[in-house]
């Protein structure tokens, strides 16, 4: 059978070499957050907590607080139409999705850059690629 790759060295990477790559991009994505990000500086300075308390998974699990539906769509109506939580300007959303509403307490708005868009899209791939 034909070994596919679509990332050869992500995928023989070792569990030690994904964790830690995974904990650079998630403190990555915490930096980026806290400084691009009012609704997450708010929310963390509320918890005292910054990208710098973060060295591990386990304070990430620790000191991160959880954020709930209604939180998003409390935030989406004080500022809208996606809520304080836009890290990027305005002009650079490309596409913007609804989350269903079947919860029934309203619809959340995601909206993406072009870089968001291209990353969903190689995710489909990967997929498509072993179907």
Partial sequence: MERRYVNIKLEKATREEILNLQFRRLKELLERAYHTNSFYRDLYRKHNVTPDDINSLGDFRRKIPYITKKDLLKDQDQFPPYGSRLGIPKN??????????????????????????????TGFIWQCRWA
């Fill in 92 to 121: 650079e959303v490309a596409l913007s999705s609804l989350t269903s509403g079947t919860s029934g307490i309203g619809q959340e708005v995601h909206p993406a850059s072009s870089f968001d868009v291209e990353a969903s899209s």
